[in-house]
């Protein structure tokens, strides 16, 4: 059986098995996020606060926590195949249980000329002299050195955070806190890669007698290829707990004075968790974070330059609980993910810069499975694709999931990747159904036929069509 597309006002033919492997392909280039790839393979032990990198070969890195009972681990996965496997795990810090991290203070992850850097606390020396540590490989995850402190104050250091500019400059910012784990104050250090280098940190000069960062609220920071700085944190003046950002020119040597990115007189009597997100795209800014009183999230554009930020846009559904978001901006959209804790879902949706619209909004997890924890969300953005982390309890316990709207070269009905559509690849999905074998993220792509998110029989009477050549 011949099939024919309209491409370009140009009539192609080719046969059946090409036509289907075209369709899918052509789809997946204006497609939504397609499937959820389980990093973590656990059913008893806790994978929680992801991050994730991709590399200039595509490749993507993820780093996370590992928690048995009170101790926990950092561990590291990298993926080669656009993310529909992931490689065996390896752990990071070399001293056993030793890593410090809650809910926004996870181990974050970066990438410069060949090498990997992952930053996290560690208690090495005490609790109360917990400090930001750092490791890097050298060969792409498969071995990592041996990890040192890169903070350096006295007593306790949580809430790290870092970017790498084109020159290979790491900044790096954390929250510094007294012996009686009061807070001090937000740091901020340079640490030059190649020459290993770190230079002695800075105060970012937010704290004053009136007001400090929210300390339970992690910064953002973002930094330019040139190397000029931005950091957004919710600050606290009298529980008005409103979100903020400051600027460090590469030029300069002090940060700016913080100013409001929106003034919502948002009042608070808790320290909320939630943190602001930004992302700079040449002389543009973006912001995100979330308005407790008003259980929303907001998007707002500004210029890099002076920090003025425009009109909020809030995000849909108000009548859910929202937070938690993180953005990318590009040329055209401003991409954002968040939490809808109400029905535990992770959600996206893309502001049109021009039209001020939302489009594209959609739920990233696809699963029947009972979802009662979502946490963590992460989007990066490489070569114009778009890659999510987060965590889930979808099988009872968190677990690490990604996801991505990259296209993908999947024949459909070729379960086994043999590029044949035969009886064997029927014999898997067979054993899938009833629970004989278990589909990696590839696998379950191909055997979809109808791309409903559920292998069943009618994928199979899709796969014997396939093979009649109906």
Not at 4 to 15: A, G, L, S, W
Not at 66 to 86: A, P, R
Request: aromatic content about 14%.
């Amino acid at each position: 059986m011949k099939g024919f597309f309209i491409f370009n006002k140009k009539i192609y033919v080719m046969n059946k098995t090409n036509f289907i492997f075209f369709y899918f392909l052509f789809s997946l280039l204006y497609a939504d996020f397609n499937f959820n790839t389980k990093i973590t393979q656990t059913s008893n032990i806790q994978q929680l606060f992801p991050d994730l990198v991709v590399d200039e070969y595509g490749n993507i890195h993820a780093v996370w926590v590992e928690q048995i009972g009170n101790s926990k681990n950092i561990f590291y996965s990298n993926s080669i195949d656009n993310g529909l496997t992931f490689n065996e795990k390896i752990r990071v810090n070399t001293v056993d249980g030793s890593v410090v991290a809650f809910g926004g203070a996870g181990p974050r992850i970066g990438y410069y000329n060949n090498k990997i850097y992952i930053i996290w606390s560690d208690s090495r020396n005490g609790y109360n002299n917990t400090s930001i540590y750092l490791n890097f490989s050298i060969d792409n995850g498969l071995s990592w050195m041996n990890d040192f402190e890169v903070s350096d104050q006295f007593y306790f250091q949580l809430y790290g955070d870092m970017d790498i500019d084109a020159f290979g400059v790491m900044h790096l910012i954390y929250y510094n806190y007294l012996s009686n784990l009061n807070f001090s104050d937000m740091r901020y250090a340079k640490f030059y890669l190649d020459e290993m280098i770190l230079e002695e940190s800075i105060q970012v000069g937010v704290t004053n007698d009136s007001a400090e960062p929210c300390d339970c609220c992690t910064p953002d920071i973002d930094v330019t290829p040139e190397g000029d700085v931005y950091v957004a944190y919710r600050n606290n003046s009298n529980n008005i707990r409103d979100h903020y950002i400051t600027s460090k020119m590469a030029s300069q040597d002090e940060f700016i004075t913080a100013i409001p990115i929106a003034q919502l007189n948002d009042n608070i009597n808790f320290c909320p968790s939630s943190s602001p997100s930004i992302s700079i795209k040449q002389d543009k800014i973006g912001a995100s974070g979330m308005y407790y009183n008003g259980q929303g999230i907001f998007l707002t554009l500004g210029e890099s330059e002076n920090l003025n930020f425009q009109n909020l846009i809030y995000l849909e559904p108000n009548t859910s609980i929202n937070n938690y978001p993180k953005i990318v901006l590009c040329n055209e959209f401003l991409h954002v993910i968040w939490i809808d804790a109400t029905n535990n879902e992770v959600l996206y949706s893309k502001l049109d810069l021009s039209t001020n619209l939302l489009e594209d909004s959609q739920n990233l997890i696809i699963t029947d499975e009972n979802i009662t924890q979502v946490s963590e969300p992460k989007i990066v953005m490489y070569d114009d694709n778009l890659y999510v982390i987060w965590t889930d309890n979808r099988n009872g316990i968190n677990n690490v999931y990604y996801s991505s709207n990259k296209p993908l070269d999947i024949l459909l009905g070729d379960i086994n990747r043999d590029e044949l559509v035969n009886i064997v690849d029927i014999l898997m999905v067979i054993n899938h159904i009833i629970g004989v074998q278990y589909f990696s993220s590839q696998q379950f792509l191909a055997a979809d036929i109808n791309n409903n998110n559920v292998v069943n029989i009618l994928d199979i009477i899709q796969i014997i069509n396939i093979i009649l050549g109906n």
